[in-house]
Protein backbone atom coordinates (compact mmCIF):
# COMPACT_ATOMS: atom_id res chain seq x y z
CA UNK A 1 0.00 0.00 0.00
CA UNK A 2 1.35 3.39 -0.54
CA UNK A 3 0.88 4.78 3.15
CA UNK A 4 3.31 1.70 3.64
CA UNK A 5 6.23 3.38 1.44
CA UNK A 6 9.10 3.71 3.04
CA UNK A 7 11.83 6.29 2.69
CA UNK A 8 14.44 4.69 -0.28
CA UNK A 9 11.98 2.35 -1.24
CA UNK A 10 10.42 2.77 -5.26
CA UNK A 11 8.07 5.80 -4.92
CA UNK A 12 9.33 7.00 -1.71
CA UNK A 13 12.09 9.74 -1.39
CA UNK A 14 15.70 9.38 -2.63
CA UNK A 15 18.35 7.55 -0.09
CA UNK A 16 17.67 6.16 3.12
CA UNK A 17 16.10 7.37 6.10
CA UNK A 18 19.58 7.70 8.42
CA UNK A 19 19.77 11.14 7.57
CA UNK A 20 16.33 11.86 9.00
CA UNK A 21 17.80 10.79 12.83
CA UNK A 22 19.82 13.71 12.86
CA UNK A 23 17.52 16.17 12.17
CA UNK A 24 14.81 14.45 14.63
CA UNK A 25 17.50 14.62 17.14
CA UNK A 26 18.64 18.30 16.71
CA UNK A 27 14.80 19.64 16.76
CA UNK A 28 13.99 17.74 19.60
CA UNK A 29 17.00 18.99 21.54
CA UNK A 30 16.44 22.28 20.33
CA UNK A 31 12.84 22.34 21.35
CA UNK A 32 13.82 20.52 24.66
CA UNK A 33 10.91 17.68 23.59
CA UNK A 34 11.05 13.74 23.65
CA UNK A 35 12.02 13.11 20.35
CA UNK A 36 9.54 9.87 20.26
CA UNK A 37 6.62 12.80 19.92
CA UNK A 38 8.12 13.17 15.87
CA UNK A 39 7.42 9.32 15.44
CA UNK A 40 6.90 8.98 11.70
CA UNK A 41 5.87 12.61 10.56
CA UNK A 42 9.41 13.30 9.01
CA UNK A 43 9.38 10.11 6.77
CA UNK A 44 6.32 11.42 5.61
CA UNK A 45 7.28 15.05 5.14
CA UNK A 46 10.35 13.67 3.25
CA UNK A 47 7.89 11.80 0.80
CA UNK A 48 5.96 14.67 0.42
CA UNK A 49 8.37 16.91 -0.39
CA UNK A 50 9.74 14.18 -3.15
CA UNK A 51 6.53 12.59 -4.38
CA UNK A 52 4.11 15.19 -3.54
CA UNK A 53 1.74 12.70 -1.75
CA UNK A 54 -0.13 13.76 0.88
CA UNK A 55 -0.50 11.64 4.12
CA UNK A 56 -3.10 9.27 4.16
CA UNK A 57 -5.75 9.08 7.09
CA UNK A 58 -3.77 6.49 9.15
CA UNK A 59 -0.79 8.95 9.09
CA UNK A 60 -2.72 11.62 10.55
CA UNK A 61 -4.28 9.42 13.34
CA UNK A 62 -0.96 8.53 14.15
CA UNK A 63 0.35 12.35 14.72
CA UNK A 64 -2.98 12.72 16.33
CA UNK A 65 -1.78 10.35 18.89
CA UNK A 66 1.05 11.78 19.48
CA UNK A 67 -0.25 15.03 19.99
CA UNK A 68 -2.07 12.81 22.85
CA UNK A 69 1.10 11.69 24.12
CA UNK A 70 2.38 14.58 24.46
CA UNK A 71 -0.52 16.20 26.65
CA UNK A 72 -0.21 13.14 28.94
CA UNK A 73 3.85 13.50 29.29
CA UNK A 74 3.24 17.26 30.10
CA UNK A 75 4.34 18.48 27.05
CA UNK A 76 2.43 21.86 26.13
CA UNK A 77 0.73 22.50 22.87
CA UNK A 78 2.91 24.81 22.06
CA UNK A 79 6.37 23.37 22.49
CA UNK A 80 4.97 20.15 20.58
CA UNK A 81 3.83 22.44 17.85
CA UNK A 82 7.49 24.42 18.13
CA UNK A 83 8.71 20.74 18.00
CA UNK A 84 6.95 19.89 14.43
CA UNK A 85 8.23 23.49 13.27
CA UNK A 86 11.34 23.12 13.68
CA UNK A 87 12.18 19.22 12.55
CA UNK A 88 10.21 20.82 9.28
CA UNK A 89 12.63 23.38 8.42
CA UNK A 90 15.43 21.13 9.43
CA UNK A 91 14.22 18.80 7.10
CA UNK A 92 13.93 21.46 4.26
CA UNK A 93 17.31 22.70 4.67
CA UNK A 94 19.45 19.37 4.19
CA UNK A 95 16.25 17.39 2.18
CA UNK A 96 18.78 15.54 -0.80
CA UNK A 97 16.79 16.02 -4.04
CA UNK A 98 15.47 19.90 -3.10
CA UNK A 99 18.88 20.64 -2.57
CA UNK A 100 20.62 19.14 -5.56
CA UNK A 101 18.04 20.58 -7.79
CA UNK A 102 18.29 23.67 -10.42
CA UNK A 103 14.27 23.41 -11.30
CA UNK A 104 12.44 26.30 -9.58
CA UNK A 105 9.42 24.48 -10.55
CA UNK A 106 10.50 21.52 -8.81
CA UNK A 107 11.31 23.47 -6.09
CA UNK A 108 8.56 25.17 -5.75
CA UNK A 109 5.93 21.65 -5.92
CA UNK A 110 8.13 20.22 -3.04
CA UNK A 111 8.39 23.18 -0.73
CA UNK A 112 3.63 23.57 -1.05
CA UNK A 113 3.65 19.63 -1.01
CA UNK A 114 5.55 20.33 2.81
CA UNK A 115 3.52 23.24 4.05
CA UNK A 116 0.53 21.06 3.03
CA UNK A 117 1.80 18.00 4.83
CA UNK A 118 3.01 20.55 8.15
CA UNK A 119 -0.38 22.44 8.26
CA UNK A 120 -2.48 18.91 8.07
CA UNK A 121 -0.55 17.56 10.80
CA UNK A 122 -0.05 20.25 13.33
CA UNK A 123 -4.12 20.47 12.88
CA UNK A 124 -4.30 17.16 13.94
CA UNK A 125 -1.10 17.05 16.62
CA UNK A 126 -2.84 20.06 18.44
CA UNK A 127 -6.50 18.44 18.31
CA UNK A 128 -4.94 15.22 20.00
CA UNK A 129 -3.28 17.57 22.33
CA UNK A 130 -6.51 19.49 23.23
CA UNK A 131 -8.83 15.99 23.30
CA UNK A 132 -6.76 14.09 26.00
CA UNK A 133 -6.18 17.75 28.46
CA UNK A 134 -10.05 17.75 28.21
CA UNK A 135 -10.12 14.58 29.31
CA UNK A 136 -7.28 14.60 31.54
CA UNK A 137 -9.07 17.92 33.18
CA UNK A 138 -12.55 16.64 33.55
CA UNK A 139 -10.73 13.45 35.16
CA UNK A 140 -8.55 15.66 37.57
CA UNK A 141 -12.49 17.54 38.57
CA UNK A 142 -13.65 14.26 39.07
CA UNK A 143 -10.42 13.43 41.72
CA UNK A 144 -10.97 16.37 42.76
CA UNK A 145 -14.66 16.66 43.63
CA UNK A 146 -14.75 13.04 45.42
CA UNK A 147 -11.68 13.76 47.19
CA UNK A 148 -13.70 16.92 48.12
CA UNK A 149 -16.83 15.12 49.37
CA UNK A 150 -14.58 12.62 51.17
CA UNK A 151 -12.64 15.27 53.32
CA UNK A 152 -15.89 17.29 53.92
CA UNK A 153 -17.89 14.32 55.26
CA UNK A 154 -14.80 12.96 57.52
CA UNK A 155 -15.93 9.11 57.04
CA UNK A 156 -13.07 7.87 54.70
CA UNK A 157 -10.10 6.48 55.97
CA UNK A 158 -7.88 8.57 57.30
CA UNK A 159 -4.61 7.37 56.03
CA UNK A 160 -5.79 6.85 52.44
CA UNK A 161 -6.99 10.54 52.79
CA UNK A 162 -3.64 11.66 53.86
CA UNK A 163 -2.28 10.24 50.91
CA UNK A 164 -4.87 11.75 48.05
CA UNK A 165 -4.64 14.84 49.63
CA UNK A 166 -0.98 15.43 48.87
CA UNK A 167 -1.54 16.10 44.93
CA UNK A 168 -3.79 18.68 46.04
CA UNK A 169 -1.15 20.47 48.28
CA UNK A 170 -3.00 19.34 51.88
CA UNK A 171 -1.32 18.59 54.48
CA UNK A 172 -3.86 17.01 57.13
CA UNK A 173 -1.35 16.52 59.81
CA UNK A 174 -1.84 20.49 60.41
CA UNK A 175 -5.15 22.77 61.57
CA UNK A 176 -7.18 24.17 59.08
CA UNK A 177 -10.38 26.72 58.82
CA UNK A 178 -13.04 25.93 56.08
CA UNK A 179 -15.41 28.77 55.31
CA UNK A 180 -18.57 28.95 53.20
CA UNK A 181 -19.90 31.51 50.88
CA UNK A 182 -23.48 31.11 49.42
CA UNK A 183 -25.18 33.73 47.64
CA UNK A 184 -28.12 34.82 49.15
CA UNK A 185 -30.38 35.40 45.92
CA UNK A 186 -30.76 32.64 43.94
CA UNK A 187 -28.77 31.61 40.58
CA UNK A 188 -25.59 33.27 42.24
CA UNK A 189 -22.26 33.35 40.16
CA UNK A 190 -21.02 30.65 42.38
CA UNK A 191 -18.42 28.88 39.88
CA UNK A 192 -17.06 32.76 39.35
CA UNK A 193 -16.96 32.83 42.84
CA UNK A 194 -14.56 30.07 43.40
CA UNK A 195 -12.59 31.57 40.40
CA UNK A 196 -12.03 34.98 41.96
CA UNK A 197 -11.62 33.25 45.52
CA UNK A 198 -8.91 30.86 44.80
CA UNK A 199 -6.49 34.03 43.41
CA UNK A 200 -7.70 35.62 46.77
CA UNK A 201 -7.00 32.72 48.74
CA UNK A 202 -3.95 31.71 47.28
CA UNK A 203 -2.33 35.34 47.39
CA UNK A 204 -3.26 35.23 50.92
CA UNK A 205 -2.41 32.29 52.40
CA UNK A 206 -0.27 30.77 49.44
CA UNK A 207 -0.84 27.91 47.33
CA UNK A 208 0.44 25.68 49.99
CA UNK A 209 -2.47 24.31 52.13
CA UNK A 210 -5.15 25.68 50.66
CA UNK A 211 -8.25 24.15 48.39
CA UNK A 212 -11.06 26.12 46.73
CA UNK A 213 -14.06 24.06 45.63
CA UNK A 214 -18.00 24.19 44.98
CA UNK A 215 -20.70 21.96 47.00
CA UNK A 216 -24.05 22.04 47.25
CA UNK A 217 -24.55 25.67 45.57
CA UNK A 218 -22.00 27.41 47.84
CA UNK A 219 -17.54 28.08 47.41
CA UNK A 220 -15.92 25.77 49.87
CA UNK A 221 -12.63 27.57 51.20
CA UNK A 222 -9.90 25.31 53.49
CA UNK A 223 -7.23 27.70 54.63
CA UNK A 224 -4.29 26.85 57.11
CA UNK A 225 -4.73 27.68 60.59
CA UNK A 226 -1.66 30.29 61.83
CA UNK A 227 -0.16 30.61 64.89
CA UNK A 228 -2.30 33.80 65.79
CA UNK A 229 -5.53 33.54 67.52
CA UNK A 230 -7.71 31.51 66.10
CA UNK A 231 -10.73 33.60 66.47
CA UNK A 232 -8.48 36.34 64.58
CA UNK A 233 -7.90 34.27 61.81
CA UNK A 234 -11.25 33.02 61.36
CA UNK A 235 -12.49 36.75 61.28
CA UNK A 236 -10.07 37.61 58.76
CA UNK A 237 -10.88 34.73 56.38
CA UNK A 238 -14.67 35.88 56.69
CA UNK A 239 -14.03 39.27 55.44
CA UNK A 240 -11.61 38.47 52.82
CA UNK A 241 -13.66 35.89 51.21
CA UNK A 242 -17.29 38.47 51.86
CA UNK A 243 -14.74 41.63 50.06
CA UNK A 244 -13.85 39.53 47.00
CA UNK A 245 -16.94 37.67 45.97
CA UNK A 246 -19.07 41.13 46.86
CA UNK A 247 -17.24 42.79 44.24
CA UNK A 248 -18.15 40.24 41.67
CA UNK A 249 -21.92 41.39 41.27
CA UNK A 250 -23.09 45.22 43.37
CA UNK A 251 -26.94 43.37 42.83
CA UNK A 252 -26.10 40.26 44.89
CA UNK A 253 -25.89 39.64 48.63
CA UNK A 254 -23.50 37.19 49.27
CA UNK A 255 -23.29 35.78 53.19
CA UNK A 256 -19.88 34.06 54.71
CA UNK A 257 -19.78 31.59 57.36
CA UNK A 258 -16.53 30.52 58.97
CA UNK A 259 -16.02 27.38 61.09
CA UNK A 260 -13.07 27.30 63.53
CA UNK A 261 -9.80 25.37 63.13
CA UNK A 262 -9.39 21.97 64.22
CA UNK A 263 -6.26 19.27 63.53
CA UNK A 264 -6.17 16.28 60.90
CA UNK A 265 -8.78 15.08 58.17
CA UNK A 266 -11.66 14.93 60.86
CA UNK A 267 -10.77 18.66 61.89
CA UNK A 268 -11.16 19.83 57.95
CA UNK A 269 -14.91 17.73 58.26
CA UNK A 270 -15.61 19.47 61.66
CA UNK A 271 -14.79 22.96 60.36
CA UNK A 272 -17.30 22.51 57.73
CA UNK A 273 -19.86 21.32 59.51
CA UNK A 274 -19.54 24.25 62.13
CA UNK A 275 -19.53 26.84 58.74
CA UNK A 276 -22.54 25.02 57.31
CA UNK A 277 -24.53 24.99 60.82
CA UNK A 278 -23.82 28.62 61.14
CA UNK A 279 -25.08 29.46 57.72
CA UNK A 280 -28.10 27.30 58.31
CA UNK A 281 -28.74 28.94 61.78
CA UNK A 282 -28.14 32.62 60.21
CA UNK A 283 -31.01 31.99 58.29
CA UNK A 284 -33.49 30.46 60.77
CA UNK A 285 -32.50 33.36 62.53
CA UNK A 286 -32.89 35.97 59.81
CA UNK A 287 -29.55 37.59 60.70
CA UNK A 288 -28.54 40.62 58.79
CA UNK A 289 -24.83 39.98 59.13
CA UNK A 290 -23.02 39.16 56.23
CA UNK A 291 -19.83 37.49 57.91
CA UNK A 292 -20.95 35.00 60.71
CA UNK A 293 -18.76 32.99 62.60
CA UNK A 294 -19.24 29.94 63.92
CA UNK A 295 -17.63 30.55 67.36
CA UNK A 296 -20.64 33.08 67.91
CA UNK A 297 -23.27 31.05 67.37
CA UNK A 298 -22.19 27.84 69.47
CA UNK A 299 -25.10 28.71 72.09
CA UNK A 300 -27.39 28.04 69.26
CA UNK A 301 -25.70 25.01 68.24
CA UNK A 302 -25.97 23.63 71.76
CA UNK A 303 -29.36 24.51 72.13
CA UNK A 304 -30.53 22.85 69.11
CA UNK A 305 -29.17 19.38 70.09
CA UNK A 306 -32.19 18.87 72.48
CA UNK A 307 -34.86 20.50 70.58
CA UNK A 308 -37.40 18.35 73.12
CA UNK A 309 -35.63 19.83 75.69
CA UNK A 310 -35.36 23.24 74.66
CA UNK A 311 -38.90 23.35 73.66
CA UNK A 312 -39.91 22.74 77.04
CA UNK A 313 -37.65 25.26 78.15
CA UNK A 314 -39.79 27.75 75.84
CA UNK A 315 -43.35 26.61 76.92
CA UNK A 316 -42.59 26.73 80.76
CA UNK A 317 -41.11 30.09 81.03
CA UNK A 318 -42.06 32.13 77.77
CA UNK A 319 -45.19 30.38 77.61
CA UNK A 320 -47.33 32.47 80.39
CA UNK A 321 -46.43 35.86 77.57
CA UNK A 322 -48.94 34.45 75.68
CA UNK A 323 -51.44 36.47 78.08
CA UNK A 324 -50.07 39.28 77.33
CA UNK A 325 -52.27 41.81 75.76
CA UNK A 326 -51.32 41.70 72.17
CA UNK A 327 -49.32 38.20 72.37
CA UNK A 328 -45.83 38.03 73.44
CA UNK A 329 -44.03 39.32 70.72
CA UNK A 330 -43.11 42.81 71.86
CA UNK A 331 -42.05 41.05 75.63
CA UNK A 332 -40.31 39.09 73.59
CA UNK A 333 -38.48 41.52 71.66
CA UNK A 334 -37.52 43.52 74.53
CA UNK A 335 -35.90 40.93 76.27
CA UNK A 336 -34.14 40.31 73.01
CA UNK A 337 -32.91 43.45 73.41
CA UNK A 338 -32.25 43.53 76.70
CA UNK A 339 -29.96 41.26 76.60
CA UNK A 340 -28.19 41.73 73.46
CA UNK A 341 -27.50 45.23 75.33
CA UNK A 342 -25.64 43.56 78.12
CA UNK A 343 -29.01 43.94 80.26
CA UNK A 344 -28.70 47.76 79.93
CA UNK A 345 -31.73 49.20 79.96
CA UNK A 346 -30.91 52.89 78.42
CA UNK A 347 -29.21 50.69 75.79
CA UNK A 348 -32.17 48.30 75.05
CA UNK A 349 -34.49 51.28 74.78
CA UNK A 350 -32.43 53.48 72.26
CA UNK A 351 -32.62 50.03 70.22
CA UNK A 352 -36.53 49.57 70.50
CA UNK A 353 -36.86 53.29 69.97
CA UNK A 354 -38.86 53.83 73.07
CA UNK A 355 -38.18 55.34 76.73
CA UNK A 356 -36.55 53.84 79.88
CA UNK A 357 -39.40 53.68 81.50
CA UNK A 358 -41.16 51.48 79.09
CA UNK A 359 -38.46 49.21 78.85
CA UNK A 360 -38.55 48.72 82.57
CA UNK A 361 -42.20 48.29 82.67
CA UNK A 362 -41.86 45.21 80.19
CA UNK A 363 -39.47 44.00 82.32
CA UNK A 364 -41.50 43.90 85.12
CA UNK A 365 -44.68 42.54 83.32
CA UNK A 366 -42.28 39.70 82.18
CA UNK A 367 -41.75 38.92 85.71
CA UNK A 368 -44.94 39.59 86.39
CA UNK A 369 -46.21 36.93 84.04
CA UNK A 370 -43.72 34.24 84.14
CA UNK A 371 -41.99 34.73 87.44
CA UNK A 372 -39.05 35.17 86.26
CA UNK A 373 -37.19 38.53 86.61
CA UNK A 374 -33.83 39.20 85.07
CA UNK A 375 -32.58 40.94 88.32
CA UNK A 376 -32.17 37.55 89.73
CA UNK A 377 -29.18 35.44 88.49
CA UNK A 378 -30.50 32.12 88.50
CA UNK A 379 -33.81 33.50 86.63
CA UNK A 380 -31.97 35.73 83.94
CA UNK A 381 -30.24 32.59 82.82
CA UNK A 382 -33.49 30.27 82.40
CA UNK A 383 -35.08 33.42 80.94
CA UNK A 384 -32.40 34.23 78.30
CA UNK A 385 -31.58 30.41 77.12
CA UNK A 386 -35.48 30.59 76.91
CA UNK A 387 -35.60 33.53 74.29
CA UNK A 388 -33.08 32.14 72.98
CA UNK A 389 -34.10 28.90 72.17
CA UNK A 390 -37.18 31.17 71.05
CA UNK A 391 -35.29 32.35 68.79
CA UNK A 392 -33.88 29.38 67.45
CA UNK A 393 -37.36 27.77 67.10
CA UNK A 394 -39.18 30.82 65.57
CA UNK A 395 -41.21 30.87 68.08
CA UNK A 396 -44.08 32.11 68.66
CA UNK A 397 -44.68 32.83 64.60
CA UNK A 398 -44.54 28.84 64.67
CA UNK A 399 -45.62 26.22 66.78
CA UNK A 400 -43.22 24.80 69.69
CA UNK A 401 -42.58 20.94 68.00
CA UNK A 402 -44.18 18.50 70.51
CA UNK A 403 -42.19 15.48 71.01
CA UNK A 404 -43.49 12.66 69.50
Known sequence: MSGNRQVGE?????????WLAPVAASAAAACQAPVELLGGYLPMLADAAVNGRRPDAWELDAVRELGRRAAGQGVGARRAVDLYLSASWRLWRTLPVVARSDDPEKVRRAAEAVLRVLDDAVGVLVDGHQTQRREMIRH???????????LLRGDADVARMVERAEPFGIDLGKSHHVALAAS???????DRAAVVLERAVVDRFGDRDVLVATKDGRVVVVVPATPAPSAARTGDLGSLIHAEVARLDGTRRWRVAAGRAFPG????ARSYEEAREALVLADRLDLDADVVHARDLLIYRVLGRDQAAIADLVHDVLGPLQQSRGGPEVLLETLLEYFDAGDV??????????????VTYRLARVAQLTGYAVSRPDQRFSLHAAVLGARLLEWPTRDLPVDS
Open 10 to 18: PGGPVGGAD
Open 140 to 150: EEALRAEFVDD
Open 184 to 190: RSPEGPV
Open 265 to 268: AYGV
Open 345 to 358: ATEAARRLHVSVRT
